[in-house]
């Protein structure tokens, strides 16, 4: 965050030519700001923030919360998610209190993916910023939105689930239409059956269940 109070300069030769110094939060204003997808988060320790001579206040506080995600899996193992991480402050309207983005979202983008290093199951794909007014009350309100997209890496859900179910169906096929006994077949088929399940059981509790439409491969 940063922000500029002009009653707060000076003039660094009057001050052994200090030009910025730490402070803690509570000792000038700060815009009171929240994240309305927050569902649960740990607030950081450093409650400080520096400030220059020419009223500038900076402020670099890291967070880390959880955040509300409606998800798309009609398309899993090869969807990609869209979630809104939408910054405001309802204390202050539009007039008295405007909140503005200091750098582009390809900036913002490039610099997301360095810090994103774990190899895991997402894949950090695109960023984009909307700046827009919220009316409450009568009242209209700043918000900054950040529209995230993450791609998921479906190479683990290939090999553990839908390479497995195309080989049953096709060993399926192949001993339907083969030249062996009834008897042998009805066998064959039930242990089929049982190995089916087995996946489906292991394919339930693979899904995600935050849909609203199942995926295409639970629907088969």
């Not at 030769?13 to 927050?38: A, G, H, K, Q």
């Not at 988060?41 to 955040?67: A, C, D, K």
């Not at 895991?120 to 960023?127: A, I, M, S, V």
């Not at 239409?177 to 059956?193: D, H, R, V, W």
Request: a negative charge.
């Amino acid at each position: 965050q940063e922000w500029q109070n002009p009653f707060a300069t000076w003039d660094p030769r009057d001050f052994c030519n200090i030009s910025e110094i730490v402070l803690p939060m509570d000792t000038y204003w700060s815009p009171p700001i929240f994240i309305l997808e927050r569902v649960s988060g740990q607030n950081p320790e450093l409650n400080y923030m520096v400030l220059m001579h020419n009223g500038i206040f900076n402020s670099t506080r890291p967070f880390q919360v959880t955040l509300t995600c409606s998800l798309i899996i009609l398309k899993f193992p090869f969807d990609t998610q869209t979630c809104n991480l939408s910054i405001a402050s309802f204390l202050y309207p539009v007039t008295d209190f405007v909140m503005k983005t200091r750098r582009t979202p390809a900036e913002i983008l490039k610099d997301s993916q360095s810090f994103l290093l774990t190899d895991g199951e997402w894949k950090f794909t695109n960023l984009s910023i909307i700046e827009y007014t919220e009316m409450l009350d009568d009242k209209a309100f700043s918000v900054v939105t950040y529209v995230i997209s993450m791609e998921r890496r479906p190479t683990l859900y290939i090999l553990n689930l839908i390479l497995p179910t195309c080989a049953l169906y096709l060993l399926d096929m192949a001993v339907l239409f083969g030249p062996s006994s009834l008897e042998e077949k009805i066998n064959f088929q039930i242990a089929i059956i049982l190995g089916s399940s087995m996946l489906a059981v292991i394919l339930n509790n693979s899904l995600p269940t935050s849909s609203n439409k199942p995926p295409i491969i639970g629907t088969h």
